[in-house]
């Protein structure tokens, strides 16, 4: 069996097992998702082989993908960005593997909307609703490496920026998982910095 079949069936039966425990053939929640990623991130057998870091671009590319869960692997090089982007109604979670990112959300105040940065570092997860909006980058030199998962799994998403008092979106992407060699789904598209 080819080394990328076994790690899909054993990412696939990582998978299952939360979505038994939780119970749900629709959905996960962003605390079943952040157990989830908590769990593939302790077993680097899973996703250590399909780090791919690119000069210059962010990669990413889908793990597992199935009726409940998208679960997909981004690896960052300095000053790449997702840009401020929602998740088409999916709730979701991301982990840093390894480097920090910086995680950027609207705020709004007396001022009108604004962004408020924070700093990811390696081990920590989060967990956030079907509402949110941000953008993800890596700001530092070392490049970085991250797990992201999404419940119901991703079919869109919507791009915005800042427009005075207010977050404008500017367009929205359809999100399609390709097959790649084996049985991994990949999605693996590099994104110019």
Request: hydrophobic content about 35%; proline content about 6%.
């Amino acid at each position: 069996m080819l080394n990328d079949e076994l790690g899909t069936r054993d990412i696939e039966s990582v998978v299952r097992q939360a979505e038994r425990d939780c119970r749900s053939s629709v959905s996960l929640s962003p605390r079943a998702l952040a157990e989830l990623l908590d769990t593939v991130a302790l077993q680097p057998a899973l996703w250590e082989p399909r780090v791919r870091h690119e000069p210059a671009v962010r990669w990413y590319g889908s793990l597992y993908r199935d009726d409940v869960v998208d679960l997909w692997l981004l690896t960052w090089q300095q000053d790449n960005s997702t840009d401020l982007h929602d998740h088409g109604g999916s709730g979701g979670a991301f982990r840093v593997l390894s480097g920090a990112l910086a995680e950027d959300r609207p705020v709004s105040g007396r001022g009108g909307t604004s962004l408020a940065r924070s700093r990811r570092s390696v081990g920590q997860t989060v967990a956030f609703g079907p509402r949110l909006v941000h953008d993800v980058h890596n700001v530092e030199v070392q490049p970085a490496v991250s797990l992201h998962v999404y419940s119901p799994p991703l079919t869109s998403m919507t791009y915005y920026k800042l427009a005075g008092e207010r977050l404008a979106p500017r367009f929205t992407e359809p999100v399609e998982v390709r097959s790649g060699a084996g049985r991994l789904p990949e999605r693996a598209v590099t994104v110019d910095a």
